[in-house]
């Protein structure tokens, strides 16, 4: 085992369920949403890359998720095999998604 698909966590149901419901809350792509372009996404990508040894951790931790489309994961997935660390970015947008949710779950109140 090298690396976390390998470990076969995208194929626990846990992931796939939170996956699903994920996708529901943000259907849009976050990174072309920030310049205005609104992209169905299609993958959703922990926002702190998922290592064999953070995993559990952050693996299904609803603030470390953001949804993306093709192109934008690519890039992500580009950046992360140079910049893998827990970033100031990273933090930022984590904390900018826990309050998205935090508006979403009290909007439905
Ligand atoms: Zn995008």
Request: proline letters at 3%; a positive charge.
């Amino acid at each position: 085992m090298t690396d976390v698909s390998q470990a076969g966590f995208y194929n626990t149901s846990a992931w796939k369920k939170l996956r699903n419901v994920f996708i529901k809350t943000y259907p849009l792509c976050k990174d072309c949403e920030k310049q205005d372009r609104l992209v169905p996404a299609k993958y959703v990508d922990h926002i702190v890359p998922l290592t064999l040894e953070n995993f559990w951790e952050y693996g299904l931790d609803w603030n470390n998720l953001q949804s993306l489309c093709a192109k934008c994961h690519q890039k992500k997935t580009n950046r992360s095999k140079t910049n893998s660390k827990y970033s100031a970015t990273n933090l930022q947008r984590g904390k900018e998604l826990q309050n998205k949710f935090n508006d979403f779950t009290n909007g439905n109140k």
